[in-house]
């Protein structure tokens, strides 16, 4: 049985489906569903069970989850991942404990552990954005919620748990399933929606000398690509520590943006306004993902952002469609 905590969320369910693919169905899914939409994710999907997150974790801690059958594999993937959350002890409890009672549970019973770390670790970049576990200290996270994100990463490193644990700095992440996050979707699920409703796309003006306008740039990455890559270390599990998982080549937003209106077959027309206030000290201008460990271990193949694009507008967004 292979185990997916935030099963329900965006990358889960993706990953859900690549092991579906695969024919692989005994699948657990962990999460907590409230009153989102994400359980829409999992329509379509073939797995095990589902249970509540606070549940497992109870089972984990009395000794009861050894009665759910052999674990293959424990992908955690579920956390708080709202960048603008600043209750930090709320994220701490979530992003940060509750993942070392994953990690300790899967060290001692040897079952291969794999969770989400983030980009959001890297702070402003100013320190580069390489992943290298014995740079960890020299890390500034802007947000409580790369805060939470850092501490278990420096945690499981101190400890010398990155030996026997594999950890993902996801980048710009975007896709089918994603639409549940609200507020929190890629500039992919926003452009589509908004040249959907009015023909164009509004972008932040540049508040940084170095940036024109809609040249900020991130490091984008489509989602089918990240569940190859991750079923990659399934079938390889002997490379443990902390990956970088972006694409190593920036776009920039209006690059982006284009692209979606080319998938959409509508002519360009973006619009420039003023960034909040709010953004502006905690803006990130550049991102981009030192790919050189990865690629030294996995023969990574990425879609290119155009052909991403295409796919994920075509064939789920103009469709409604899942993955």
Known sequence: MIVITGGAGFIGSCL?????ARGIKDILVVDSL???DKW????????LDYTDKTVFLEKIGSGQFQSLGDIQAVFHMGACSTTTENNLSYLIENNTLYTRELALFCIRHQIPFYYASSAATYGNGKDGFEDDENKLDALSPQNAYGFSKYLFDLWAHRHGWLKQ???????????PNEGHKTGMTSIVYNAFHQIQKTGSMRLFRSDHPDFRDGEQQRDFIYVKDVVNIILWFLDHPQYKGLYNLGRGTPE???????????AMGVPPNI????????????????TCAAMEKLKKICPVSFTSSEKSVEDYVQNHLLKDMAW
Do not use: H
């Open 16 to 20: 859900i489906a690549g092991l579906n």
């Open 34 to 36: 409230d009153e989102s």
């Open 40 to 47: 829409k994710n999992l329509v379509g999907k073939s797995f």
């Open 165 to 175: 644990i594999t950890g993902f700095k996801f980048f710009n992440v975007f896709g």
């Open 252 to 262: 920039t937003w209006n690059r982006m943006t284009q692209c979606v209106f080319k």
């Open 271 to 286: 619009i420039y306004i003023e960034m909040p206030a709010m953004l502006k000290k905690k803006y990130q201008y550049y």
